[in-house]
């Protein structure tokens, strides 16, 4: 627990120039230290010896200038978190925390800084120290932290304390400071290339010799087939070679790919679960470094729909969607991608991914190949998946913190 174990505390309004809630406690040091005072005060009045007067005295003094000490290190006192907005589980980052004294004169000292970031049912314990902080000046302390699983980490306020100079006294300082850090799947390493099919040019070349090519570019010359466009013809090529050549062009949009997530197959393991989702963080990632457009569509109980588009940039898009996965999937999910509206140019290439192997998610498969160009099934729990992503050493996935079936 973040809180020590006082015998006493004392709620006190925020130190005076600073900021927060600030609170004083004994502990338990400094219970035994007062137990024994006043054995020793009674022993004096009762023996009415002038040493043990003059050692009550003392005491008395000592936990007087401790607690004054232990209240002005605190004293317009300050403290700040910097903290990533995303990050990956499995992936350690840093939380840097910045204390300032606004002092004039004296340094703040034994300065230790804790927090408690949630993250669903999880909690993690972030602790520093800092020795010394002089005056007018500002310490950094960083703080590794390590994701336990893709969620939200929840960052509430941030505790200073300090049990200087004897640790008879307890005095800390309480600074809200609410922040929400995403946290994206693990990304695992892909041994498969994305690579287009040998013949997807040729594809294009042949698709569009009777539709309109303004945006295409040249590819090449081949020979004149019958059926092709006379508008076509290369004549002066053709003049000079003495036979019909006709120009091939592309169409220089890129390749699409889909990734269709099925993550609540009823037979499955939470942590199958949750090495679906990175697989299908996995391919996004990949598709959009190789200039692949990318789509994704999630079969969960509120379908997750982002269609075919390109860009390094919109990783954090689709990472983010596939943080907030809910486990539960619909009754039947091969009737809810029958009812999903499916464009024709989201006809291309289409993976599916799941984390185990069954008769539903086979129907799914069925209904994506009559509408896409090319279907990959991926499951989690089958040993074709170390044929598509290298796992050892790569940061296995770990269940989501709180997630679960809400069935």
């Known amino acids: 627990m973040l809180h020590p174990r ?6 006190l309004g925020p130190p005076r120039g600073g900021v927060g809630r600030a609170a004083s406690s004994l502990t338990a ?8 005072s006043l054995v020793i005060g009674l022993a004096a009045i009762n023996a009415s010896i002038n040493l043990l007067f003059l050692l009550f005295g003392m005491l008395i003094g000592v936990m007087l200038v401790s607690g004054r000490l232990a209240r002005r290190c605190l004293r317009r006192a300050t403290v700040t978190r910097e903290a990533p907005d995303a990050v990956v589980a499995g992936r350690p980052f840093t939380v840097r925390y910045r204390v300032s004294n606004a002092r004039p004169r004296g340094a703040a000292h034994s300065l230790r800084i804790r927090e408690r970031v949630r993250c669903g049912a999880e909690v993690l314990q972030l602790e520093g120290y800092l020795a010394v902080v002089p005056a007018g000046a500002v310490e950094c302390l960083d703080v590794q932290v390590v994701p336990p699983g893709r969620g939200v980490l929840q960052f509430d306020r941030v505790r200073l304390s300090t049990r200087f100079p004897f640790g008879l006294f307890a005095q800390r300082l309480d600074v809200a400071a609410e922040h ?10 892909l041994r498969r290339q994305l690579a287009r099919a040998p013949d997807h040019r040729m594809r294009q070349a042949t698709a569009s010799r009777e539709h309109v090519r303004g945006g295409d570019e040249f590819y090449g010359l081949r020979e004149y087939r019958n ?5 076509w013809i290369h004549w002066r090529r053709s003049a000079r070679m003495g036979k019909l050549l006709v120009r091939e062009m592309v169409d220089p949009r890129p390749s699409s790919i889909m990734v269709v997530l099925d993550p609540g197959r009823a037979a499955a393991t939470p942590i199958d679960r949750e090495r679906a989702i990175s697989a299908a963080g996995t ?8 200039g692949f457009r990318a789509g994704l569509v999630v079969l969960t109980r509120s379908p997750v729909v982002i269609p075919p588009t390109a860009g390094r940039g919109l990783r954090a898009k689709f990472l983010s969607k596939l943080a907030a996965i809910e486990m539960a999937s619909p009754a ?4 809810s991608l029958a009812e999903q509206r499916w464009p024709a140019h989201w006809r291309c290439r289409c993976v599916l991914v799941g984390p185990v192997s069954d008769e539903s998610l086979w129907q799914t498969a069925n209904v994506l190949r009559g509408r896409s ?30 997630a679960g079936d809400d069935d």
């Open 283 to 290: 391919i996004i990632c990949h598709a959009l470094e190789e």
């Open 6 to 11: 006082p015998t006493i505390t004392a709620r």
């Open 29 to 36: 040091g400094g219970a035994m230290f007062i137990g024994a």
């Open 332 to 335: 039947d999910v091969a009737a």
């Open 373 to 402: 160009a090319g279907l990959d099934v991926v499951t989690a729990a089958d040993s074709e998946f170390a044929n598509w992503f290298q796992t050892r050493g790569a940061g296995e996935p770990r269940v989501a913190a709180g």
């Open 227 to 231: 059926g092709d466009n006379l508008r």
């Open 180 to 189: 929400a850090t995403t946290v994206y799947p693990a990304l695992l390493h």
